[in-house]
């Protein structure tokens, strides 16, 4: 019944920046991991960021420098601030969580295009 609802993307010029939020629409509990994934036309889906309940993350080499995750951990709040948009950037991303009893939830995407 829970779902996740990602909300930001759209269109950019290349070197612009996009703020992505991903949020539930139900109670979520003990959750350990969220994360954004991404998948571009043709490609398949792949790992951009992640975020443990820590705090610790890891990004995917193609956007570290240029892409932070950080989350609200009361709200179970995921957010992605990306910055230097390039044109290999244009994805579908969607939002992931994990609970410590590795039950997965996702979002339905959100659009982003980076193009001049």
């Known amino acids: 019944q829970v779902q996740l609802v990602e909300s930001g993307g759209g269109l950019v010029q290349p070197g612009g920046s996009l703020r992505l939020s991903c949020a539930p629409s139900g109670s979520i509990f003990n959750i350990n991991v969220m994360a954004w994934h991404r998948q571009a036309q043709g490609k398949q889906r792949e790992l951009v960021a992640a975020?443990?309940?820590?705090?610790?993350?890891n990004y995917a080499d193609s956007v570290k420098g240029r892409f932070t995750i950080s989350r609200d951990n009361a709200k179970n709040t995921v957010y992605l601030q990306m910055n230097s948009l390039k044109p290999e950037d244009t994805a579908v991303y969607y939002c992931?969580?994990?609970?410590?009893?590795?039950?997965?939830?996702w979002g339905q995407g959100t659009q982003v295009t980076v193009s001049s």
């Open positions: 992931n969580a994990v609970s410590l009893r590795k039950e997965a939830y």
């Open positions: 975020i443990f309940s820590g705090s610790s993350t």
